[in-house]
């Protein structure tokens, strides 16, 4: 077992660590200097990859999605984002999936691509 370094209330350059994950959990929840609160990863934290506070907006473009609204936060409290699919379907998706890359495109568009194959 190797010892885990504390982040909770530790400064980053423009952050600072709000909440910790427990054991096991990568996720710290982080506050920009500008209020923005992002849910990052401590790997990335510790490697500096986090320091910059680049907030959603309206109109953001990740990959498939395209934000069009800000939806309401789901029930652990994370921003959410309603956004449009290249193909025009309207989901909601979480702001962290948007920024972590990790957004695939819809079901519509998937099952799309599968008939294609
Ligand atoms: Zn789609």
Redesign the pocket.
Known sequence: MTARIKLLGRRFERLVVLREGAPGDPLCVVQYDCGVEKIVNRRDLLAGDAKSCRPTSVGDVFG?WTIVSEAPRNAQRNRMMNAR?????ISIVPESALTAGLTK?????RSKVKVAA
Not at 105 to 109: D, M, N, V
């Open positions: 498939f699919c290249v193909c025009g379907v495109p819809c079901r519509t568009c």
